[in-house]
Structures are given as C-alpha cells and as structure tokens.
C-alpha cells in the first residue's frame, strides 16, 4: 500500500509518498507539486491522491501475469542493482542481457510458463559453445532471479531447483617454475608492468590487489605490507569504468605480510622516481592517483586491461612460455609448496577465504606430503625406505 502527506518547501506543497520496495526496504519518493502553498491546499491534496494511485497502477504492472520472463530477468536486474557491489552487478548484466534474455526473448516464454526442462534445453544449448563453468554461472543469476519471484508469489515454486546443472571442470592451474619466474622479473625491469609482476610473483597478489596497493599500506620502518584496497575494471551497460574500493574479496583477502629486503629497496627506489616525476612534469602531473604505488611516469594509474592486454605480449617478445597474469599467484603458491611451506600458510599468504580453495587447487602440486605418506606405507609394512638410507 502506498501511503502519502503533503510537504511545505520553500512556500510550495511537494506530495512525499512512502512505500516498500522489492526488497522490503522502506522509501520515500518526492513530487513537486507545481502549486503554491496560499489557497491550493485542496488542489494540492487531490494531486498527492492522484500520484498515490498512479504509483500504485505502476508497481502493480511491473511484474504482471503474462510478463516474459526476459522481461522479468531484466527487472530483477533493476531491483537488485542498489544492494550489491557494481563489479557483481556488472558481471549479473553482462549475463543476463548478453546471454539469458536473447536466448529466452526469442522463445517467447513467460515466467509463469517457464518449466524446468526449458532451463535444462538452455543449458545444453549453451555447452555447446562455452565451458561448464560458465553455465554454473549463468544457473546461479537465473535460480536466485526465481527465488526472488517466489518471493513475490508470482510463481509457486522454483524451477530452476529441478535442473541438473553441469559438473564444474576441475581447475588445473598453470604456473612459471623458479627459473622462469626469475628470467620474468628481470625481463619486465624498467617497464610499466615491473612492480605489478613482482607483486603478483612474490606475494601472489591477485591483479586487484596489485594494482590497488597504495603508498600507505607500505610500513617501511615496521617492514610490512597491508593489502586492504582494490581495483578493479568494469563495465556496466557499454559503458566502461575504474572501481577503487578499500574493500578486498572477502576477509581473508585484508592481511598484512613481510616486506622483505630487495622489494623494499625497489619501492624506496621507486617512490624517489616517482617524486622526482611529480617534480619534472609540475601541473601536468595526474595528482588524482598521487597515493597509488603503481602508476606510470605522469601519474596516471596503471589500468587492469593494460596489464591483462600487456602482459602476454612481453611474454612472447622475450620467448617465455604464454601464461595469464594470474598464473604468477599460481606460480607463487607451486614454489612455497616446493619448498615446503604448508598448505595452511599458502591459504593466509595467498588471501583464501577457506583451506578447501587452497588444498583444491593446490593439492596435486603437494609432493612432498606423498613422499611422506609413502614412508608411513613402507615402514608399517616393514619395508625398508629409501629416504632414509
């Protein structure tokens, strides 16, 4: 129901309606009347009745009996775009305008028409072209979309409970060896990708964290680095933009680690340059991102599809092995297993929200614990082992 009174401003009448959203969240939405406060009082009222019905009229008709349920994935889009982050929110869209709603449009289908097995045809249709994967994700916008119309009581039951969804594909990640890692690091000197390398090799920071770390989180006298801001690139709806939040993945993600010796001498190096860069190029120097650690010679700051789009291309000019950026967080958890750092450090050192991300991705790379656990066979066989000869 939506309710409504009368409100003086300024010596004008503003009709203030208050309802409850999708969410169930409690609004107040303002309309200039138009009329002065002196002698309209009546007509001022039979304009708030009039904007409380019309109101009313539109909510009604945003989700109707024969609505599509294209249509219906892009309202939920709508409604759900204020309460969660603009990088989900972007990657919510691109799904569901690029991929579900041509799909269903052309059908015709509507939400209350829609079956499981329509669900189900989709998903097939869609292995075709993509990855298992990728279809998960799709399942997971169009089961919480119907979640949400059960809600509403707009159906009864979910569909999308009753579809299989497809196996997820287990990750085999790719990763450089130390040689590698090494020629890596010397390769991108005096480049604009050095510092997020070195970041991404030696902590395994993800590109978000690398990119976002600023000055601030560099304790030089206590010798720490705090990973706690993030950038991230995204685009909503064809338009493109930079998201910089002091907000990282999850929980785990905001930890601080050591600054070791030759990473601190690069960055005290490294802030000298860029002081010195600040002095040379004056006001044309981009003071906007004066705080960020990575950022080229006048300022501007390195962007997220530079280093995806650049890094490869160094790769190939210097005849090292094609990987992504992110294999260089991969990379760097192989040589910590390699030298015998156990799994649990690597998930605090990495940023993981649990161990099972670590031990899952990580566990086929752990030798060492299977050398281990062949000397336990051999001994309580009686065997002799031969580790330890």
């Known amino acids: ?73 892009e309202q939920w889009l709508t409604i759900i775009k204020s309460s969660i982050e603009i990088t989900t929110y972007a990657s919510y869209s691109n799904i ?39 279809v998960i994700h799709y399942h997971a916008n169009i089961h919480k979309a119907l979640k949400y119309a059960v809600k509403l009581d707009l159906i009864a039951t979910n569909p999308a409970d009753k579809v299989e969804r497809p196996k997820k594909e287990r990750f085999q990640a790719s990763f450089y060896d130390a040689e590698e890692i090494n020629q890596l690091l010397e390769i991108s000197k005096g480049t604009k990708l050095e510092i997020p390398i070195l970041f991404g090799a030696f902590y395994g920071m993800r590109r978000s964290e690398a990119l976002g770390l600023k000055w601030d989180a560099i304790d030089f006298t206590r010798d720490t680095i705090t990973i706690r801001h993030v950038v991230t690139y995204v685009s909503v709806e064809g338009e493109k933009s930079i998201v910089a939040v002091d907000r990282t993945k999850n929980k785990s993600s905001m930890r601080t680690l050591p600054l070791v010796p030759f990473v601190k001498e690069r960055l005290l190096r490294l802030r000298a340059e860029q002081e010195e860069c600040r002095r040379l190029c004056g006001r044309s120097y981009i003071k906007k991102y004066a705080g960020y650690i990575c950022v080229n010679a006048i300022g501007d700051l390195i962007k997220p599809n530079y280093v995806s789009e650049q ?20 990379s760097c958890a192989s040589l910590l297993l390699a030298n015998g750092v156990p799994m649990k450090q690597i998930q605090e050192w990495l940023g993981h929200s649990d161990f099972s991300t670590t031990a899952n991705i990580y566990a086929h790379l752990d030798y060492s614990s299977k050398l281990d656990s062949a000397d336990a066979m051999l001994n309580g066989l009686g065997i002799s082992s031969p580790h330890n000869n």
């Open 96 to 134: 569901v305008k690029r991929v579900i709603v041509p799909y269903f449009r052309e059908r015709n289908i509507t939400l209350q028409e829609l079956t499981a097995k329509h669900i189900q045809d989709f998903y097939l249709k869609e292995l075709e072209r993509v990855s298992a994967s990728s």
């Open 311 to 330: 890094f490869p291309k160094l790769l190939e000019a210097n005849g090292l092995r094609r990987i992504r950026f992110h294999d260089l967080r991969h």
């Open 1 to 73: 129901m939506i309710s409504g009174h009368l409100q003086e401003k300024k010596g004008h009448y503003y009709a203030v309606l208050n309802y409850t959203d999708q969410n169930g969240k409690r609004k107040t939405k303002w309309i200039a009347t138009g009329l002065a406060v002196k002698g309209n009082k009546k007509r001022a009222e039979a304009f708030l009745q009039e904007q409380r019905r019309l109101f009313q009229e539109k909510e009604e008709e945003t989700f109707s009996d024969a609505i599509l349920f294209a249509d219906f994935m």
